[in-house]
């Protein structure tokens, strides 16, 4: 074998052991990724139960029930299509009705309210999770500079 071919051998090796390391890590990290919803695309898409997902939107007016400790329960809107959360934990101090939040969680059974094990709001006036901005923008409602109403 000339100096040509071993090189080539040690550089078709390196690579291939680089490609199988990152098809790992990416296997790996698969079950790890949540992906990004808002009400009308779990509507519309139909998510499965137990499918770990970030649901978003606004918190519509009226809609929070404060249960027994620290279980809660408030709708998600992205103003066309609404989903119910239930919630047991404590909620960041600047949750309030009209303003942009971030829920993790699951669907428990199909068509029923949203499980969240975690809930994430603005944090001062002028944000908003791009998330939310970017599928109130695609859909119309919210402009950059705007207030948002209900």
Known sequence: MTRKQKRFTIIGVGMSFLLSAV????????????????PTDVIEKAVKPDTRIRLGGLVEHDSIIRGEGTK???????N????????????????????????????NV????????????????NYMPKEIADSLKERGVWKDGEPITN
């Open 23 to 38: 098809l790992l890590v990416m296997f790996a990290l698969s079950s790890e990724i949540t992906y990004f919803h808002s």
């Open 72 to 78: 809660v329960s408030f709708t998600i809107t992205d």
């Open 80 to 107: 066309e299509q609404t989903v119910v959360v239930n919630y047991d934990g404590i909620l960041p101090d600047l949750f309030r009705e009209g303003q942009g939040v971030i829920t993790e969680g699951a669907f």
């Open 110 to 125: 199909m068509g029923g309210p949203f499980v969240a094990d975690s809930v994430l709001a603005k944090h001062d006036e």
